[in-house]
Nanobody, 121 residues
Framework: QVQLVESGGGLVQAGGSLRLSCAAS????????MGWYRQSPGKQREKVAS???????TYADFVKGRFTISRDDAKNTVYLQMNSLKPEGTAVYYC???????????????WGQGTKVTVSS
């Protein structure tokens, strides 16, 4: 079994900052890419940022220059530092981790339970 546990969401004023964390645990053999997505009410889930196993990040245009994704492979954890938050950033944020479990022969993407971020104007 593999579990992803997210933390760090909450209520923040526009212009403020939050740091999200997502820790993977369980029968993990190796982790490939890790990423963050978000879903606002009535909208489809969209990709926010991702980071490769070599720690190369990519960002959606709407967060470039404000968000930073990072990973700690010793802790199987991915982070999302969110600065200069905007009200339109209000959403449930989900982490996604592409990993190979000990009981599997190929990588599978796992989702966290989601953490709510509310940005007030």
């Amino acid at each position: 079994q593999v579990q992803l546990v997210e933390s760090g969401g909450g209520l923040v004023q526009a212009g403020g900052s939050l740091r999200l964390s997502c820790a993977a645990s369980g029968s993990i053999f190796s982790i490939n890419a890790m990423g963050w997505y978000r879903q606002s009410p009535g909208k489809q889930r969209e990709k926010v940022a991702s980071i490769t196993s070599g720690s190369s990040p990519t960002y959606a245009d709407f967060v470039k220059g404000r968000f930073t994704i990072s990973r700690d492979d010793a802790k199987n954890t991915v982070y999302l530092q969110m600065n200069s938050l905007k009200p339109e950033g209000t959403a449930v944020y989900y982490c996604n981790v592409d990993l190979i479990a000990y009981y599997s022969s190929r990588p599978v993407g796992y989702w966290g339970q989601g953490t709510k971020v509310t940005v007030s104007s």
